[in-house]
């Protein structure tokens, strides 16, 4: 029974010392701690976009709070999208720097041309007949309406619409147009009423408000002429009732 035992302790102690053994020449089993992390070098996570630069591929929009809309210039002056302001435009309105149309057998009518009348008549009450005789040899035009002017007026009374005629006013030499003046509201409400001693009258273009040529300065009555804010005037006419009659 001694024998026995003693073999068990004799093994025991034999299967400890190869352990032992084992552990020393690092053959054994060892403790390798907590895992690490991948290197720095093998990382694959996004990073965030930052605002104001370019996300994914450089042929895209920018986005974030520098980016600009597509198609607008930063600088507005020099923006090729919009109007080139470089004048290009033409006129479709006759030239008026002689005075004639293209083919020189018509003239625009004026001072130089004509003889100018300007008479209060009695009916209707506070109207003016202006009168315009070709004293030229040429066919001349009246455009548009006559721009009056009382002495030293700063306005000038705009035409009654209503009174356009349908094709311009064309005098032969010797013949006459008219234009009709409204000089004061008959009842009174015109203001600003005052005498006048002298009248321009400026002719236009062939081109609204263009000059026309030479103006004319037709004598009144020696009292003068009384006219307020409700001055108004026609269209030139080829006729004296339509110039009257408004």
């Keep these: 029974m001694r024998i026995r035992r003693t073999r068990h302790l004799l093994a025991l102690t034999a299967l400890t010392a190869l352990a032992l053994t084992a552990c ?10 907590a895992s690490q ?11 965030p976009t930052k605002p104001g630069t370019v996300s994914g591929s450089t042929s895209g929009s920018t986005s974030g709070s520098n980016a600009k ?5 930063s600088n507005p002056a020099k923006d090729t999208t919009g109007s080139t302001g470089n004048g290009t435009g033409k006129s479709t309105g006759k030239s008026t720097g002689t005075g004639t149309d293209s083919t020189g057998t018509r003239v625009l009518c004026n001072g130089s041309n004509t003889k100018v009348t300007a008479q209060p008549v009695p009916r209707p009450l506070n109207h003016m007949l202006i009168t315009v005789t070709n004293t030229g040899s040429k066919l001349c035009d009246l455009t548009y309406w006559p721009v009056l002017r ?3 007026m700063q306005w000038a009374p705009q035409a009654a619409e209503e009174t356009q005629p349908q094709a311009v006013t064309s ?22 009423g005052m005498t006048a001693k002298k009248l321009t009258i400026a002719f ?12 004319a300065t037709p004598a009144l009555p020696a009292k003068g002429v009384y006219y307020d804010s409700s001055l108004a005037v ?4 080829q006729d004296r009732d339509d110039a009257l009659n408004w």
């Design 150 to 152: 009382f002495d030293q």
């Design 24 to 33: 020393g020449n690092g053959s054994g089993v060892q403790d390798q701690g």
């Design 171 to 192: 005098l032969a030499p010797g013949e006459s147009g008219y234009a009709g003046v409204l000089l004061s509201a008959a009842d009174g409400s015109g203001d600003g």
């Design 234 to 237: 026609t269209y030139w006419q």
């Design 37 to 47: 992390p991948a290197s720095s070098s093998t990382t694959a996570t996004a990073q």
């Design 69 to 73: 809309p597509v198609g607008t210039s």
């Design 204 to 215: 236009q273009g062939y081109t609204p408000n263009s000059a026309g040529g030479a103006s």
